[in-house]
């Protein structure tokens, strides 16, 4: 491994435009597949499938979600984030469309699950907020991705409502069919963003230039990495449950349909207060130990809701409270990635850490619709969330907020 050429001259002033367009797509590719609850009980109903296939459906869209990040999160490294950006829209749009019109308990777990999964793999988080830190300082980077992350937050506020006006107007297919046609403007937003990690407005630190392997083994080696990744996890397992199998579980409650609307709707606007205050305390504090307080509280917010007695007024107050807590993860995750090893693989590292994320996100679905046929209960899975959040405050606690330890630079490979 060689020293890397010298850093370029930094430009001039902030990158409003990359900023404000990777915001949008955020939105756009967060918004849908955060209303797929709302689709699932008139789908079941027209379909007669039972809740385990709807689960398992969005069950491998967050696996594949999660398998394609590092994938494509290394490709934007390498070759551009407009050409992964452009295919998000594309294969978003396909597996909405194709899951309106699915007939099979397959087809709709190729289109909802597969292809949607791996839409929003190619135009998430991890790519947004990598090609945001390639362009912004260091001081600047972790409010940054406070405010990518919050508008994704917004997406979720947008969409919910939206989506259950469109369903009740409309009907639940026509509903999927619209929102994939919406997905096709992907591409155009995402033209200021072309570019690799090779071509940032802002100067890399002295980095070692290393392959994907070198890259991966070094990453897998240090201690608090693995540790991040393994609680990111129990982040996906919440998160996952809630989005897919909430209105149900409103449903079953007994209380007006209207309040799962409004819950995931609190939930997206307070996540937008949340994670641009996560981005600001992440830039001033400790990150890993503001996040094994944020899983903490995640516990004792999902403990106080399940105690208590359930109503419209708890249902409210839960989701303003799940809310602040909801993606608040995301902006210390990444801005510790991009701490412990640089921005140049930020891509494919920051989507292994989603990986993890995902594989928590596929049992959380899945797990919510099975126990539920199972035991006719989702309340196991709401005591496991809690106990998985107190397991990911333990691993954050001993996480070190610092570079990795490179003494030596070996010939490149």
Request: aromatic share 14%; with cysteine.
């Amino acid at each position: 491994m060689s020293q890397a050429a010298p850093a370029r001259p930094a430009a001039v002033g902030f990158p409003w435009l990359i900023v404000i367009c990777g915001c949008i797509i955020a939105a756009m590719t967060f918004g849908p597949r955060s209303a797929m609850g709302f689709f699932q009980l008139p789908m079941l109903e027209d379909r007669g499938w039972d809740r385990t296939t709807f689960g398992l459906a969005m069950a491998i869209q967050n696996l594949l979600w999660g398998m394609g990040q590092p994938v494509f999160g290394a490709i934007a490294d390498r070759f551009g984030t407009w050409r992964v950006m452009a295919m998000s829209g594309l294969l978003y749009a396909a597996g909405l469309i194709l899951m309106a019109t699915a007939t099979s308990e397959t087809m709709l777990h190729i289109s909802g699950g597969v292809l949607v999964g791996l839409g929003i793999a190619s135009g998430s988080f991890s790519i947004v907020l990598a090609a945001f830190a390639r362009n912004v300082t260091a001081e600047n980077r972790s409010l940054v991705f406070g405010i990518g992350t919050a508008a994704g937050s917004a997406g979720m506020f947008i969409f919910a409502p939206i989506s259950q006006a469109l369903i009740d107007t409309f009907g639940w297919s026509d509903t999927l069919v619209y929102m994939g046609i919406a997905m096709l403007v992907v591409p155009l937003l995402a033209i200021p963003l072309v570019g690799n990690s090779s071509s940032g407005r802002v100067p890399r630190a002295v980095e070692m230039e290393q392959t994907f392997g070198a890259a991966l083994r070094e990453a897998f080696a240090h201690r608090s990495f693995v540790l991040l990744v393994s609680g990111f996890f129990v982040c996906g397992f919440q998160v996952a449950f809630i989005t897919a199998h909430f209105p149900a579980y409103i449903g079953d409650l007994g209380i007006d349909a209207r309040y799962a609307v409004i819950a995931l709707a609190l939930i997206g606007f307070f996540n937008i207060i949340g994670s641009l205050a996560s981005g600001f305390i992440g830039q001033r504090y400790s990150k890993p130990m503001f996040l094994a307080w944020i899983y903490i509280a995640r516990s004792v917010a999902v403990t106080a809701f399940l105690l208590f007695p359930q109503t419209p007024t708890t249902v409210v107050i839960f989701a303003i409270v799940m809310g602040l807590l909801w993606l608040s993860t995301v902006p210390p995750t990444n801005a510790l990635v991009a701490v412990m090893f640089g921005t140049r693989y930020l891509g494919m590292l920051g989507g292994l850490v989603f990986f993890s994320h995902q594989i928590g996100s596929f049992l959380g679905v899945w797990l919510g619709g099975y126990l539920y046929d199972k035991l006719g209960s989702y309340d196991p899975v709401w005591w496991l969330g809690v106990a998985l959040g107190l397991f990911a405050a333990a691993v954050h606690w001993p996480i070190k907020e610092q570079p990795v330890d490179r003494p030596i630079l070996a010939p490149a490979e």
